[in-house]
């Protein structure tokens, strides 16, 4: 019988390629979503498979991590070998605004998924291995390197939450038995990031003034250092931590950081301008500031390179001209859409939309 996984965040980044990269290995895989009134399954849909039809291993349930009996029946419904955490309110700087929103999903959505993948092993005898996702940003002010002996010091509403939902895996694993791992991701992107996020923010705004769809790119602070890896890459350290004869807890990232001005250099350069072109482009406002920043994350993979094996196989430069040529080509597609649309100037278009959304 193949493997069953749940993963809760399914139709994220990172939901989406672990999903891939499972049924690739053989399991049945679970989505967890929540219900909305428009679709938002375009990172799955490729996925997706009538399941009414023969071999259908991917299926999608409603849910919400914020009702606990809900959480308890889809636990016994799919009957899982496998848990893996990856929803949450996830931008920090969102939680700023919503930072009750962002604590309600984090810590009560954590600890009642805990508590029913505990009750359906203690009813059931069968065992379920669960993953909770962690997160750089609990390091906070701590400088850098980061390790897992680094002593965490959060400095939004997003790393609180997330390090009680670190501490509760740590204590359901040593209180109940129950085999429980973190994983520390440090930044990990792709071009299935959301364009909040100033990675993709960054290669979307690149791609659409090239083609004079927009006409300035407005971010926050460009001193800002991070350890920037592939989603890809990182899902499969999952996976392989819920695989190891023991649960722990590992740091995965690159170990190399660069700042946000880099980041900005790579991008406008595969997008075809020159070095120093972006300089007259990029707008810095007070407004996407944070009210407390990290200023440097920079991980030490060591531990899950020993023990699980894994190494991440993609830099942060190779990364940023894979999401502008993803991004390229929907730039293209834009523009030919707008002009298709009897919108016949660049000025036209440009006025369209002058700025990105934070």
Not at 333 to 351: C, D, I, N, R, S
């Amino acid at each position: 019988m193949p493997k069953v996984a749940l993963i809760t965040g399914v139709t994220g980044q990172d939901g989406s390629y672990l999903a891939e990269h499972l049924l690739s290995l053989g399991y049945e895989v679970h989505g967890m979503i929540r219900r909305s009134s428009s679709f938002n399954t375009d990172r799955v849909d490729h996925l997706y498979h009538d399941p009414h039809e023969a071999g259908a291993k991917f299926t999608l349930h409603h849910g919400d991590l914020t009702d606990p009996m809900g959480m308890r029946r889809l636990i016994g419904q799919v009957g899982p070998d496998e848990v893996y955490n990856l929803a949450a309110q996830s931008h920090v700087k969102t939680s700023f605004d919503q930072p009750i929103y962002t604590v309600d999903t984090i810590v009560m959505g954590t600890i009642g998924l805990l508590e029913a993948v505990r009750d359906y092993r203690d009813t059931t005898g069968h065992e379920v291995r669960y993953y909770q996702a962690s997160s750089s940003e609990m390091f906070g002010a701590s400088p850098p390197p980061q390790s897992e002996a680094t002593p965490f010091r959060p400095r939004s509403p997003y790393a609180c939450a997330k390090v009680y939902a670190f501490y509760q895996t740590v204590n359901y694993r040593e209180a109940y038995g129950l085999f429980a791992a973190n994983g520390i991701l440090f930044n990990h992107e792709s071009p299935r990031r959301l364009e909040t996020f100033v990675t993709r923010k960054i290669t979307r705004a690149a791609t659409r003034i090239k083609h004079g769809l927009q006409a300035k790119l407005y971010v926050g602070n460009l001193n800002a250092s991070r350890d920037w890896g592939y989603a890809g890459d990182y899902v499969k350290a999952m996976h392989a931590m819920l695989q190891a004869d023991t649960a722990s807890d590992y740091v995965i990232a690159t170990g190399a950081s660069h700042s946000v001005r880099e980041w900005l250099e790579w991008a406008f350069l595969a997008a075809g301008f020159k070095a120093s072109d972006w300089h007259d482009l990029v707008e810095v406002d007070p407004r996407y500031y944070r009210p407390s920043e990290v200023d440097a994350l920079c991980g030490d993979p060591s531990k899950a390179g020993k023990e699980l094996g894994w190494k991440h196989e993609m830099t942060a430069h190779r990364l940023c001209g894979a999401m502008v040529s993803a991004d390229e080509m929907l730039a293209r597609q834009e523009y030919k859409f707008a002009y298709e649309e009897k919108l016949t100037t660049p000025q036209y278009v440009v006025g369209l939309s002058s700025t990105t959304t934070e």
